[in-house]
């Protein structure tokens, strides 16, 4: 709960410190007094967006300072603090964090209701939260919201592949013939330079081929140097003259012709095949020259056509393995879709009954004894629904909450917003937030000002329902009714007056008697009739609170 609010140099505030108790805390003051300041302090502490335009005049920092006790007695300091700058930070016990971060730790631990709230109930969107908040039905319903948006985009997408289906396959195959083509050459830079270069030198080898052969038939013929060198080697060995220098000379000459007819030959090998490597390199080239008419005339562009077919062929095929999972995964996804839809559905027709009974119930404690209160479960639109297992659905589920209701007897119900006068609104509206009180699981519930258009005996009501809602959690209440300020277990007075020619908000706790009566009967509109009203009021509270004497008036 909400123990204690400290705020600096906020607005029309100077420095003002306020504590709570457990139960009901009234505050009240004159219009203008800066009640609505001191709300506007403890949401600045919640994560609520900053304003530079909230630091005093004069000052140059802004602080709110909030002491939240939990049900183990641990305490939660959050201090949000703003500059005349536009910067702001806010901490938590005493560490710098995010606002993000904060709005998380604090999630939960508060509800806050304000007249400002009122007319958004007629907005069909918030009178579903409402119903499923009441039903507890809150993350099932937007678990199903996210299910369906999902559910939705992967229909589409399914859908647009399949009506692409046929356009890509022509595609597909467009692209693979090309590919084939260029694949079956399989070009490359090195490829081409090499092919280009032994056409070249095949064709200088082709104007050689003559004399080539008359070398060969000149060392290695029957009557070549070779057979000449043997003979007269022989005739040399058996002289008596010493010749051995010149026999191993013409050894080795003889070998030296052996090689140069052996390579002679090898070319004139080559050479003999030359027309049929010719051909093959000719016929490659001229499939090279036919693709790179096709691709731009340069190799380059071929090379580059090669890439960009694979990387569409690519995202071709990706497309449709994407279709073919998508066949199996929309079916799943409507499925699970279909049950959560379901479950909620069940959820909400077992809520229909109980919210209409407790709204019922407090619309005639609070003096509408013909009122009633219904809950029309709608069909979605076409427009903006799927058909799934044969029903339509929407991101809301199988059905739309509407509140309907009816002032009078005999009147048929219709819908909130159509039926319901500004004074049944706000009456409605706040049986419709004490119904969520009920249910809140936030220990600290906040109503500021949420009793405008409501007086006489209805305020008592009002007054007898905030208390009953005050004895299981802390409630706060910014209210300009003496019925609701006399049940109040801590009474807290704002007035403004002027310091340093400035406008100052200032709280004061009302402890004693004297001065409980004395703001009950301003309330009340003042005189000699509204003190002695005043006193009355006090003294029932007392005798339903079962005290004695002054006890409840007495110093806290």
Known sequence: MLTCLALRNLATISDTTLEFDSNLNVLTGETGAGKSILIDGLLLTLGERADSALVRPGTKLASVEAVFMNSDGAELLIRR??????????????????????????????????????????LRRIQQTAFDEFGGNSNLAGDLSYMYEEYRSLLQRLDKLREDQEKNLESTEL????????????????????LISERKDLKASQN?????????DAISGDDGIIAALGKFRNELSHTAIELHETIELLDQAEISLAETSSSCSAILGR??????????????????????????????????????????LEKLESLECELLDLEVMVPEKGKRLHETAEQLSISRESTVKELQNCVQKELRLLGMPHAVFDVIMHNPPLNRSLILSGKNICSDGYEIPEFYFSANKGMKPGPLASVASGGELSRVSLVLKLALASVSQAPTMVFDEIDSGIGGETANLLADSLKRASENRQVIVITHLAQIASKAGRHLAVYKELHDDLPSTRVRELKNKQNRVAELARLLGGGDAAEEHAEKMLSNCRSSSGEDGDGLLKDL
Do not use: M
């Open 81 to 122: 603090e703003i500059r005349a700058g536009g910067r702001s930070r806010i901490f938590i016990n005493d560490e710098l964090t995010t606002l993000e971060d904060a709005r998380k730790r604090v999630s939960g631990i508060i509800d806050l209701h304000s007249q400002r709230s009122t007319p958004a109930l007629l």
């Open 271 to 312: 050479v003999d095949s030359a027309p049929w490597r010719l051909k093959e390199i000719d016929d490659r080239l001229d499939s090279y020259s036919e693709l790179l008419g096709r691709c731009g005339g340069t190799l380059d562009r071929l090379l580059q056509r090669r890439k960009t077919l694979l990387e569409d």
């Open 208 to 216: 050689s081929v003559e004399t080539l052969h008359v070398i060969v």
């Open 175 to 194: 692209i693979r013939h090309e590919l084939s083509l260029i694949e079956k050459l399989n070009p490359s830079l090195e490829d081409n330079q090499s």
